[in-house]
């Protein structure tokens, strides 16, 4: 079997009687590289919680590896599955030396001392992050983009199967944007990792990512029943690959937004457009007055 | 290159402050308010036709005040490091699960209550003391869940309210007491030292030991619930069991502290924070060195409180606090790269 | 999880191991010295037992005494071993004293419990009205060897004020506010010794039962109380006239109480009345004084 990570028919629900997810299936294969995108609330972090083993569902089954989650202890669960979560800080000056070799903490001898193989994990993952030079520094005196990738060096030194992202990527520049990408995709690659990350930045994911699972927030009528999720065009999610998800039309559907669309390589890219935008006109959308405003093109 | 702790490095810095401490401790036997000759100490012990003052006060009465002072001085700076970690509070210190309302209101019951049993023949005030802080923590600790499984606020607000309800109590009960409980029951409050037999010193020595030997064995679990419970639990820690763990150890260290001493402010909070000026946040070496350095402090302090106003004394506490602040004071300007964030 | 199963098994190890040395220990123990038949290093805690035992002619065999203990004033030249409140222990070992007296509450029991736990033999006197006053009075007669001097003292003082009772026989008592402190105002209640010196002397306290022995008292029950004396033990024994002015502008914004009005509020020595000493009597005739009909010229 390679499924790394599997979801059954799994249902939650943060109160009772509104499921943020319902019936929620799908396989992860193992060594994909998966880019979960989706409007705010549809419940991109609660499926990362609920990988992580950090939420348990009301109904279905989650499996790592072919074992079903609940059967894992917490450490054994973490040397499948690695989290890198928005950039946090304690309270405490822990080094980013510190901070990233806590991630051996499961694996640590009889009396909570690291190993060589520890030591060395740690070193190439500060390397592959290009955070070698601040090994010795206070994690809170690094900007958010440095903590950023710390946290990646961390979930890297862990050491696991899966590496499940939230938005790895917010607090980059361009420079390490790119490079954050190429080194999940070269993780892939080279050690044949599952990823799955959570993004808003749609084009550039499209770049790297095998699959693609489009989700939206879940709408069932007001007394909040389930609704028939196999229903592909207007239930709650898709997966596939980035170019049948990420079409403009799948875009503008799931986030409510007019998009312009160009083709770039294999892949489009799309860009969300609002009235007051340069090239409104493009894609239909009037200005409210006939006036020329000057105005920057907009970023995602 | 070492940029994580090693083994070695953490048994140098152990045994050298272990080192301190023992010098520490023989130094301050032969400080006191009476000029003891150490010579004359050794020349044997006290027979009861010829009793040898020198080996009285040596032997009898500043050495065991001398290991009780170290006893606590490291339960509560152990503490203090364990309530700073599980709570993610720089502020915490061993008292703020309302330990010490609790263990105030146990000792003012007592006195008031001319209760005249003892536990291992020490006075009725220690043991309620001791029932008074694990019993308030159990409280606070049933209260404080409310708020949901990890979070610490629940706790905080909980200790908070707990601390405020006891300290009326104890307001009222001193104010109907007759003068002298009133007196006994400050005086008790203020923190004092006093020499305890044989039998109670090993025994306490032994569980605040033991109790910090628990600790250090979840000190990288405390490392990983720095970066709160979601991260840690991602990195394989058990936070549940880790939280259960250090509250009660720590817990039960404090009220063998206060049990044996009353309530000393200071040293829980400030020597966990000098330490780890000094020497990082790792806990698997600020829990052994803080629990030492909290033990030479006290040390110094009990020492001092008896010696600079003879022949009266000055409450503990309040050398704790005097010495205390101006020298965190230097610390801090000198190391301010570590200096941890109050976020 | 071994580690854990070690640390619990070295703990219950350790404990039964110390527990073993000290039973040991305590059968090696030797009785403490057998009670010298008249001690002659005695060391007091407390300055009425000071005061006690030089009544009883004991000053050649006093070794030791607390900071506080002024009067006589030869006390105050015996070596020191701390204070009423904080006794320092190292102090009273190295006087080596064959016997420690002290005052029977909770901080003085705690270091007499450490001292007899030394070895040393301690006797504690209980004294919270003027018959356990008498009684420890024969007390350290006995322990003391001085029988004879006790039962002469006891005598003498029963005598002079079974005198002052006959003196003041039949006078009505009048009401008395007995003020131990002025902000905020606290009075001596029913339950004190005060009271029973108040009443030895022909007085009658003004407050009724409190729940407390000292209560603190509002404004309402100054004026309901319908003093007719006030009187305030000054614990420092500097200008007494001093102390009077700032007690009369105080006392000055109740006009209508009967004390304010007669002018009958006095400053006594507080060193007389704050303990059960054998300055007893003379404690009783100074608030006797301020209770007679005619005010006291001062």
Excluded at chain 1, 260 to 269: D, L, T
């Amino acid at each position: 079997m390679t499924a790394s990570a599997q979801l059954q028919d799994v249902t939650f629900a943060y109160r009772p009687g509104c499921p943020v997810l319902a019936g929620v299936s799908l396989t992860v294969e193992r060594g994909t590289f998966l880019a979960v995108a989706g409007p705010n609330g549809a419940g991109k972090s609660t499926l990362l919680n609920l990988l992580a083993g950090l939420l348990a569902p009301q109904a279905g089954t989650i499996s790592i590896e072919a074992g079903d989650i609940r059967s894992y202890s917490r450490r054994d669960l973490a040397r499948k599955v690695a989290v890198v979560r928005q950039e946090s800080i304690p309270p405490f000056g822990f080094s980013v030396a510190e901070t990233v070799m806590m991630a051996r903490t499961p694996h640590y001898g009889p009396w909570g001392f690291e190993s060589q193989r520890d030591r060395t994990l740690l070193a190439e993952a500060l390397d592959a992050t290009d955070t070698t030079q601040f090994a010795a520094r206070p994690l809170a005196d690094l900007s958010g983009g440095e903590r950023q990738r710390v946290l990646i060096a961390r979930a890297l030194a862990q050491d696991t199967p899966i590496l499940l992202l939230d938005e790895p990527t917010s607090f980059l520049d361009l420079k390490h944007q790119i490079e954050i990408y190429d080194l999940l995709k070269s993780i892939q690659r080279d050690k044949g990792r599952t990823i799955i990350a959570i993004t808003h930045d749609i084009n550039l994911a499209a770049q790297y990512c095998d699959q693609a699972l489009m989700l939206q927030p879940y709408q069932g009528p007001d007394t909040c029943e389930r609704s028939d999720p196999s229903d592909a065009a207007t239930g709650q999610y898709r997966i596939g690959p980035p170019s049948a998800v990420f079409t403009p039309a799948g875009i503008e559907q799931a986030f409510g937004v007019r998009v312009f669309a160009a083709p770039v390589g294999r892949e489009s890219v799309i860009l969300p457009l609002g009235h007051l935008a340069a090239d409104a006109g493009k894609i239909g959308l009037q200005q409210a007055s006939d006036k020329a405003t000057p105005s920057e093109p907009n970023k995602t | 290159m070492h940029r994580t702790l090693s083994p070695r490095t953490l048994l140098i810095r152990v045994a050298s402050a272990a080192v301190v401490l023992v010098a520490v401790m023989l130094a301050c036997a032969l400080v006191g308010t009476e000029r003891v000759s150490f010579v004359n100490a050794l020349s044997g012990g006290s027979d009861p036709a010829s009793p040898n003052p020198d080996f009285e006060i040596l032997m009898h009465v500043r050495v065991p005040r001398i290991i009780l002072a170290a006893i606590v001085g490291a339960a509560l700076a152990g503490a203090g490091v364990t309530f700073q970690a599980v709570l993610r509070n720089p502020l915490a210190d061993p008292y703020i699960l309302g330990i010490s309302s609790g263990a105030g209101l146990g000792a003012i019951l007592a006195v008031i209550g001319g209760l005249n049993w003892t536990l291992f023949g020490r006075s009725p005030i220690a043991a309620f003391a001791f029932a008074g802080a694990l019993g308030t923590v159990w409280l606070v600790w049933v209260v404080g869940r409310v708020t949901g499984k990890f979070h610490v606020t629940g706790l905080l607000l909980a200790g908070v309210v707990v601390n405020a309800c006891f300290s009326a109590v104890i307001m009222f009960l001193t104010s109907i007491a007759r003068s002298q409980e009133v007196h006994a029951t400050i005086f008790w409050l203020m923190g004092n030292m006093a020499e305890e037999e044989f039998f109670v010193l090993w025994v306490s020595g032994g569980s605040v030991l033991a109790g910090l030997v628990a600790l250090f064995f979840i000190s990288p679990q405390l490392n990983a619930l720095s970066f709160g419970p979601a991260e840690a639990q991602s990195m394989g820690v058990n936070v549940r069991r880790t939280q259960v763990v250090a509250f009660a150890v720590a817990a039960f260290i404090t009220a063998v502290a206060v049990s044996l001493s009353g309530l000393i402010g200071f040293v829980g909070l400030i020597v966990p924070h000098a330490v780890r000026l000094v020497f990082g946040p790792d806990h698997r070496q600020l829990l052994p060195l803080s629990s030492l350095v909290g033990a030479v402090f006290l040390l110094l302090a009990d020492t001092l409180a008896r010696v600079v106003v003879a022949p009266a004394q000055l409450p503990v506490g309040v050398v704790t606090a005097m010495l205390g602040g101006p020298f965190f004071l230097v610390l801090l300007m000198r190391y301010n790269r570590k200096v941890c964030r109050l976020t | 999880m071994r580690k854990w199963w070690l640390l619990l098994v070295s703990l219950a190890l350790w404990n039964i191991l110390g527990y073993s040395l000290a039973q040991t220990s305590r059968v090696a123990a030797t009785d403490a010295t057998p009670a010298a038949a008249t001690p002659t290093r005695i060391v007091s805690l407390a300055p009425n037992l000071t005061e006690l035992l030089y009544a009883l002619g004991l000053e050649e065999a006093l070794a030791g005494v607390t900071l506080d203990s002024d009067y006589p004033a030869a006390a105050a030249a015996k070596p020191q071993v701390g204070t009423f409140w904080q006794p320092n222990i190292e102090a009273v070992v190295a006087l080596k004293p064959d016997l420690v007296v002290a005052l029977d509450f909770q901080q003085q029991q705690s270091v007499v419990q450490r001292l007899e736990r030394l070895g040393y033999r301690c006797l504690m006197a209980d004294i919270w009205t003027v018959d356990d006053f008498m009684r420890a009075v024969g007390t350290m007669g006995q322990a003391t060897g001085r029988q004879p001097q006790a039962e002469a003292l006891v005598a003498r003082l029963r005598g002079d004020i079974q005198r002052l009772q006959n003196a003041i026989a039949g006078r009505t008592r009048p009401r008395v506010l007995w003020v131990v402190q002025r902000e905020p105002l606290r009075v001596a209640g029913r339950d004190t010794f005060v009271n029973e010196l108040i009443e030895l002397a022909g007085g009658e306290n003004a407050i009724g039962p409190t729940l407390h022995k000292y209560p603190p008292i509002g404004a309402e029950q100054v004026i309901a109380c319908g003093a007719e004396v006030i009187i305030e033990p000054a614990m420092v024994e500097s200008d007494f006239a001093r102390q009077r002015e700032t007690a009369l502008a105080y006392w000055s914004r109740w006009p209508h109480v009967p004390a304010v009005a007669a002018g009958r509020i006095y400053v006594i020595d507080g060193d007389l009345v704050s303990r059960l000493s054998p300055r007893l009597y003379q404690g009783l005739e100074t608030i006797a004084q301020c209770l007679r009909p005619e005010p006291p010229g001062e």
